[in-house]
């Protein structure tokens, strides 16, 4: 099966069935938490540039709302479809249970390139898909923020376009927002930040130095190369990148620095073109299957799975994306010793600083971002340690472990709330 076969909704079940199964979850919570809540499906129209009426097809899925407001990312791509949606919803409900915030999970797609739209064409259809999920959204109901091919403009946009419909400005329906108009310091790296955070604590564990750890990382937009940034900045050596347009290679380590202020200076970010001496151009799935110490997924699903993770040569994974390994692939990885970071905890950083930047709109007073990153520190890194001290104690894997204590802070939730009547 090809890593675009694999249904990441049907990833996501079996994860859940696994750990339900282990904590003996009564039938009738496994039976809610196994599907989303409620699932919007929305096809609207936008006004291209050349006068022609394009329809869009997009989607709010709301996994479960026992724990709070539900949250979660909005991405923008080609492959977006309702049961990847529906996936990475329900990871964003263990996400937000495993760091112990106050929410439930949601996700939104729209099926767009892009990279296709003009800047006008993106506004529109950002406040058109607005407008059409504007019924699910709210501080108190779902809140927004950025994913894959989405960013802080668009987040403003999202958060204009609901802030009309009211009538006077409604900061904490999204987070993610540019700082000016309420978002949070820190929002930006806040992923990123959270992985690097992960690699650090595993490395502790491992007895390894930081100074010359070797890391690949796949993904080079906001989380990868964020993480790569920090990360370089440790001391590591990142002696492979990679986006959409293919791997970079430098067995010396890459000059990270550089080849951020060189998609900062495309359109879109794109590492393509990017030249220097001693760096060579390699294939995606020759990235991923580098000889390193860490390897950092953050692109999309889907990219570990049965057919490469014998090839695998990392060490230790830390999974930047989600659900970027699959269940197969975790069996060969587990017995061949390799240790993933699994991205409910990994990539947890984000929706933890969303969740200051929602709270700091609520109170309508902001903090230092010295503060902010403090207390992601805080929260990540005690995650973190529970989970090691679970896998350790009954010898499961730490993605087993997070799984088991998330979903069961959910379903006690569901279960103190009950079920009507
Ligand atoms: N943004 C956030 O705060 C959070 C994001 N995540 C997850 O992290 C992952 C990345 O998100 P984010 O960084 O925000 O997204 P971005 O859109 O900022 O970046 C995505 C990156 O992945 C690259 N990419 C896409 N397809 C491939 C591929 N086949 N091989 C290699 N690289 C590829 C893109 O390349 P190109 O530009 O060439 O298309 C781009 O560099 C996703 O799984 C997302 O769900 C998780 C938690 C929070
Ligand atoms: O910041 C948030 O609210 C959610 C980010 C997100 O989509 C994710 O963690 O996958």
Known sequence: ????????????????????????????????????????????????????TQVFTGYRVQHNLSRGPVKGGIRYHPSVDIDEVRALAMWMTWKCALV??????????????????????????????ATEISILLGPEK?????????????????????????????????????VNVGGSLGRVEATGRGVMLM???????????????????????NVGSTAAYLLHQLGCKIIGV????????????????????????????????????????????????????V????????????????????????????????????????ERGIIIVPDILANAGGVIVSYFEWVQGLQEFFWDEQDINEKLERIIVGAFDQVYAMATQRQIPLRLAAYLLAVQRVADANTTRGVYP
């Open 199 to 221: 690699v650090r604590e595993m490395a502790r564990k491992l007895d390894w130095s930081l100074e010359g750890l070797r890391i690949v990382v796949q993904g080079f937009g």
């Open 142 to 178: 779902d809140i927004p923020a950025p994913d894959v091919g989405t960013n802080a403009q668009v987040m403003a946009w999202i958060m204009d376009t609901i802030s009309m419909h009211r009538g006077y400005t409604v900061p904490a329906v999204i987070t993610g927002k540019p």
């Open 242 to 293: 990679a986006d959409a347009s293919g791997g970079y290679y430098c067995a010396h380590g890459l000059d990270i620095p550089a080849m951020r202020a060189y998609t900062d200076r495309q359109s879109f970010h794109l590492l393509e073109g990017y030249q220097a001496p001693g760096v060579e151009r390699i294939s995606g799935s020759e990235l991923l299957e580098l000889e390193c110490d």
């Open 295 to 334: 390897l950092i997924p953050a692109a999309l699903e889907n990219q570990i799975t049965g057919n490469n993770a014998e090839r695998i040569r990392a060490k230790l994974i830390v999974e930047g994306a989600n659900g970027p390994t699959t269940p197969d692939a975790d069996a060969i990885l587990g």
């Open 100 to 129: 112990n915030i106050p929410y439930g999970g949601a996700k939104g797609g729209v099926i767009v390139d892009p990279k296709q739209l003009s800047i006008g064409e993106l506004e529109r259809l950002t406040r058109r898909f």
């Open 1 to 52: 099966m090809t890593s675009h076969q694999i249904n990441p909704f049907h990833v996501a079940q079996r994860q859940f069935d696994q750990a339900a199964e282990m904590l003996n979850l009564p039938d009738d919570i496994r039976a809610i938490l196994r599907v989303p809540q409620r699932e919007l499906t929305v096809n609207f129209p936008v006004q291209m540039d050349d006068g022609t």
